[in-house]
């Protein structure tokens, strides 16, 4: 597989370019979104990124 090289304001991932948040969690919630980020082979920033676009997707439903 490809990679595409990354440019400075030109989205890779997402439809959109990403933009610098600042969040404050507990060093609980950090360790443990350090390490599923770790078993899924991505970033905090993009295990986040994950969890916020399925907020506004639509439920699948197996069985229609």
Do not use: C, D
């Not at 599923?36 to 699948?60: C, D, M, V």
């Amino acid at each position: 597989m490809a990679t595409k090289k990354r440019l400075k304001n030109v989205p890779v991932l997402h439809m959109e370019v990403k933009q610098r948040h600042q969040i404050v969690v507990t060093p609980t919630t950090w360790e443990n979104m350090k390490s599923e980020a770790n078993s899924r082979g991505i970033s905090i920033s993009e295990l986040i990124e994950e969890f916020g676009q399925r907020l506004k997707s639509p439920p699948t439903y197996p069985h229609a």
